[in-house]
């Protein structure tokens, strides 16, 4: 192509900014099939065919108002019906976010200390947003982070001398919070919402 560069920027703009929607002109691939599947895509002649990975061990897969992917590094859920496993609640927006990241290059399950991320709404005091919610342009605002108190309840695998913790914004670990006790292979645990932070920190016996 004489202009590569031309014919990108116009794909671009042609589906609206989104990539998924170029992908599927210009490598004839679904939205899921670029979740399933390892992809590129080239500028300097004929888009190839999506690649998929036959040695993946990922697992990926749609229901009604609930995504879920899987594999060796992680797992991630996505639901807005409900499934009676984990449930996240804000007092003003159907939306959160929680994430989990293993502090000791374990697995999840088994991990002996790991780290949540919690959080609602978050954005810099002043911020502005465009009508369509899509850009803030400019408009950063300044500090500090204001943030939308969120709690959650969820499943965890059990361990012996599990504790909970919410951390400081200095990464400081504050008085455990309270984890029941139970006798199966799980445990329920609440991140209250309350403590002023986005972080707690689950960790085992010892560590």
Same mark, same amino acid.
């Given at each position: 192509s004489p202009?590569?560069?031309g014919e990108l /920027?116009?794909? *671009? $703009?042609? *589906?609206?900014h989104s990539l998924l929607g170029a992908l599927a002109e210009v490598g004839k691939a679904s939205a899921e099939s670029a979740w399933r599947e390892r992809m590129y895509v080239s500028l300097a002649g004929p888009a190839p065919a999506p690649r998929g990975g036959a040695d993946s061990a990922t697992a990926i897969a749609w229901a009604d108002g609930r995504f879920e992917a899987a594999g060796r590094g992680g797992r991630v859920v996505i639901d807005t019906a409900g499934d009676g496993t984990s449930s996240l609640r804000t007092d003003r927006a159907a939306f959160a976010v929680l994430a989990a990241a293993a502090m000791d290059a374990q697995a999840l399950p088994q991990s002996r200390k790991v780290l949540f991320a919690l959080c609602g709404r978050c954005e810099n005091?002043?911020?502005? $947003?465009?009508?369509d919610r899509r850009t803030v342009s400019d408009r950063w605002g300044t500090a500090p982070v204001r943030i939308e108190r969120v709690s959650a309840e969820f499943d965890w695998p059990a361990a012996p001398g599990r504790t909970l913790h919410?951390?400081?914004p200095?990464? /400081?670990?504050?008085?455990?919070?309270p984890?029941?006790?139970?006798s199966g292979p799980t445990i329920r645990l609440t991140l209250p919402g309350t403590s002023g932070t986005l972080w707690y920190l689950l960790k085992s016996g010892g560590d």
């Open positions: 202009d590569p560069l /920027a116009a794909l *671009h $703009f042609r *589906h609206d005091t002043g911020m502005e $947003f465009s009508a919410p951390l400081g200095d990464g /400081a670990i504050g008085p455990p919070l984890i029941p006790t139970v």
